[in-house]
């Protein structure tokens, strides 16, 4: 049985939605994917009955400043303030390798930036998705 | 990218001590695994480097991540017997001023501590203060 440790995941990004590239200094990422449910149950029924509906996802990524500029590491950090945001932004989560991945377009709904004496700075941005979420884990 | 090498941050370490106490007034510096016989009333300066934890900064494996490199400055300083603590604090003032808040070729210098009063002298003969500090450095893979 095969195990994986928390560095073995990783970020990629694309905020035009093409070609994704590497969030360099990547901390951690997380993603919740939710799925409403629709109670279907009927009067006389003794137990409640549930269907599943929308799904969606939502989740943050943290990193580390390192001031880098023109690349997708940049972008990243900066996409919160864009105007008229289309939602078409690539994110690829990886758990491993090169493969298991989650894919999805999304939208940065924040990112928090900070700086501690004595620490090293680290941004942390969250996201919505957008559409279809394809799941390769 | 490329792993640490442990000797260049030593040297950076060291480099900056031995540069200050050349200047006048010029006091003997050794470093770890040195052989020095003291001079009796004498003043001498002793500097040991340790590297400690080593933290993962960021995700990845063998390339493109990066590690936290932690270390501890351990300076002795070595002042005549019987003569009061100035002598002594005025080199401490020296050594603290070389290090606080510094950054130095990618090795960043917390605040020290000290210099503390030794109660048992090592070797005896002296009166002996110990200024200590934290440093942390980056190493990408």
Known sequence: ???????EGSVKFDDAGSTAAAITSTRSWSLTVEKESLDTTAMGDTYRANVGGLISGSGTVELLYTASSADETNA???????????????????????????????????????????????ITCSFVTNGTITMDV | MAAINLNTVRSTIEGRLATELALSPAIPVIFHNQPYVSTPNSSWVQCLVNFGANEYLTLGGTTGSSNSVIGIIAINIFTPKGAGPGANLTIGKRIRDLYNRVTVSGVYFDPPIGPEVVASPAPEGFFQTQVRMTFETFEDL
Do not use: C, H, P
Request: glycine share 8%.
């Open chain 1, 1 to 7: 049985m095969a195990f994986y440790r928390g560095q």
């Open chain 1, 76 to 122: 990243f950090i900066e996409m919160v303030n864009t105007a008229n945001d289309a939602g078409a932004a690539l994110f690829e989560l990886y758990l491993y390798s090169t493969t298991k991945k989650i894919t999805f377009d999304g939208v940065i709904t924040s990112a928090e930036y900070s700086a501690t004496v004595g620490e090293v700075q680290v």
